[in-house]
């Protein structure tokens, strides 16, 4: 698996299951996005932590990583719909695997305010297999 199709596996896993309150992704990387006005929103990303081989003498080798989705809603809202986005990322994420990732347990992280938007990170730990 390349890294390319580690991406789009991600993003194909979310695209299909996401239906929250956030209706507006930001899939992250070198591209234009605006936050909305005043409605809540994600960002997702995946990286790669670490790669090494899985096999002496053989072309297979382990990537491990995070996938991160981004959780904000305006400040001063309340948590409710933080908790419902990471709830709803959970069940994307949490004990999957599709297109060869392997996902392993999902972890609110709460960041706190940034400018006028409050973040709740879901951590999500994963590693997949490169075959080279």
């Not at 991406?7 to 507006?24: H, P």
């Not at 929103?41 to 090494?52: F, H, K, S």
């Not at 990322?89 to 347990?105: A, D, E, L, Y």
């Amino acid at each position: 698996m390349s890294f390319e199709t580690l991406r789009l596996s991600v993003e194909t896993q979310f695209n299909s299951s996401w239906t929250g309150t956030a209706s507006s992704v930001d899939h992250g990387g070198n591209h234009d996005f605006t936050p909305p006005d005043g409605t809540p929103w994600v960002r997702l990303t995946t990286n790669v932590i670490g790669n090494e081989n899985a096999q002496i003498g053989a072309d297979f080798q382990r990537a491990t990583g995070v996938i991160t989705v981004q959780c904000f809603v305006k400040k001063d809202t309340g948590e409710k719909v933080l908790n419902e986005m990471i709830d709803e990322v959970s069940g994307i994420f949490q004990n999957k695997n599709f297109g060869g990732v392997r996902c392993f347990t999902t972890t609110p992280i709460r960041i706190g305010e940034i400018e006028s938007w409050y973040q709740v990170n879901a951590k999500t730990d994963f590693h997949f297999d490169v075959f080279s």
